[in-house]
C-alpha cells in the first residue's frame, strides 16, 4: 500500500494572513526585491517585497504581511521606481548606476487597495497605489 506524502499535519501557529488587508495607507520596510523579466515584452522590472509594520488597533493584524510592488527598469512605467527611490532616501534620484538592494530596509508608507483581477472582479490581494515617504509624528 502506497503512503500518502501529503496526508501532513501543519503548524500553522505563525501563519501570516495572505490576503484580506483593509485597504489604506501603511507603514512597511522593502525587506526583498527581485530582478524579473516580463514574459510578454522582455522588459526588465524589479518585483519589490513589502512587509507592513506599526499597524495599531484592529490593523494591527496585518502587521508582518506582506505585499508586492513591480517597477520597470525603462520607459514610462520606470517612473514609479523613480517614486519609490524619492520614498525611500527623501531625495530624487540622480541618474546613473545604483545598487537598487541598497534601499532594503527603508521604510515607507505604502497606500493600498482592493486589487483585481484582468476580468474586473476581486483578487482577494492587495495592490499597492501609492508609495511615499514615512510621515513623522512631528
Known amino acids: 500500500m502506497e503512503t500518502n506524502p501529503f496526508l501532513i499535519t501543519p503548524d500553522l501557529s505563525e501563519a501570516v494572513e495572505t490576503s484580506g488587508v483593509v485597504p489604506g495607507i501603511y507603514s512597511a520596510r522593502v525587506t526583498d526585491l527581485e530582478l524579473k523579466t ?10 519589490w517585497t513589502f512587509t507592513i509594520f506599526g499597524a495599531e488597533g484592529e490593523l494591527q493584524r496585518f502587521n508582518n504581511h506582506k505585499v508586492w510592488y513591480n517597477t520597470m527598469l525603462s520607459g514610462k512605467g520606470a517612473g514609479m521606481l523613480k517614486g519609490l527611490y524619492k520614498a525611500c532616501k527623501s531625495e530624487d534620484f540622480a541618474g546613473g548606476q545604483y545598487d537598487w538592494s541598497t534601499l532594503r530596509g527603508s521604510e515607507i508608507s505604502v497606500t493600498l487597495a482592493e486589487g483585481k483581477n484582468q476580468d474586473g472582479s476581486p483578487s482577494g490581494y492587495p495592490e499597492v497605489k501609492a508609495v511615499k515617504p514615512v510621515k513623522l509624528p512631528f
Open 38 to 47: 516580463a514574459k510578454a515584452s522582455g522588459a526588465q522590472y524589479i518585483k
